[in-house]
């Protein structure tokens, strides 16, 4: 598939627990960021990478949350110490770097 | 404070009429819109888009239109299929600064009846 892929899909945590969530975006894609979706809300933004540039994480909500993307393809959003607001569904886009970007499927995490 | 506003959580329409979907917005310094359809357990999937030198912007069946005095875009759907069904979200980006970064206002869940 030519699309954004995310694993895992669903990952439910204890709180205090340590995440990793993987995001593979379109290939060739410079662009990739990270967005949180909670519960009856719309996606709202984390982090924004230019290739293996980390050009914006004002969106992150603690500094529990830390996002990579090493080699400029692979990205990797860690939360440690989990909360149970943390509980919502990551969302990856990619985008060549105009407007339009394309998103993964999201990884729905449940911090119990 | 909200700066993308979709003030209807739910829309249910004929199968055959007109969806209309409505968004405001607050910052004016955006300038680009967009809207993304989501079905349940995937992600958002790109619709259409307009920028702001423009007024209306029409890809077969979906039009979109923006107000910019008003601060206010709809969608249009013409006419409405039972696969149209979906959460419909409004999306803006701003120029400078930031510009990358949308802006997703709630969700407007379509339905529509056969």
């Known amino acids: 598939g030519a699309g954004v892929s995310q694993s895992p899909r669903y990952k439910v945590a204890k709180r205090g627990q340590d995440v990793a969530l993987r995001c593979d975006p379109i290939?060739?894609?410079?662009?990739l960021f990270w967005y949180q979706q909670a519960l009856g809300q719309g996606p709202e933004f984390l982090t924004y990478?230019?290739?293996?540039?980390?050009?914006?994480k004002s969106g992150l909500p603690s500094d529990r949350f830390f996002a990579e993307r090493p080699e400029g393809s692979v990205s990797t959003l860690k939360i440690q110490r989990t909360q149970q607001e943390d509980s919502a569904v990551y969302l990856c886009?990619?985008?060549?770097?105009?407007?339009?970007?394309?998103f993964g499927p999201g990884t729905r995490l449940t911090v119990l | 404070d909200q700066q993308v506003k979709q003030n209807s959580p739910s829309l249910s329409v004929q199968e055959g009429r007109i969806s209309i979907l409505n968004c405001d917005y607050t910052?004016?310094?955006?300038?680009?819109f967009l809207w993304y359809k989501k079905y349940p357990a995937e992600g958002p999937t790109f619709l259409i888009s307009?920028?702001?030198?423009?007024d209306k912007n029409e890809d077969g069946r979906f039009t979109v239109f923006l107000n910019k005095s008003a601060k206010h875009l709809s969608l249009h759907i013409v006419p409405s299929q039972p696969g149209d069904s979906a959460v419909y979200f409004c999306?803006?980006?701003?120029?400078?600064?930031?510009?990358?970064?949308?802006?997703f206002g709630k969700g407007t869940k379509l339905s529509v009846i056969p």
């Open positions: 999306a803006a980006s701003g120029s400078g600064a930031g510009s990358y970064q949308l802006t």
């Open positions: 990478f230019q290739n293996e540039a980390q050009l914006d």
């Open positions: 290939s060739g894609h410079v662009s």
């Open positions: 307009i920028s702001s030198i423009k």
């Open positions: 886009a990619s985008s060549t770097g105009t407007e339009e970007q394309f």
């Open positions: 910052n004016s310094m955006f300038d680009y």
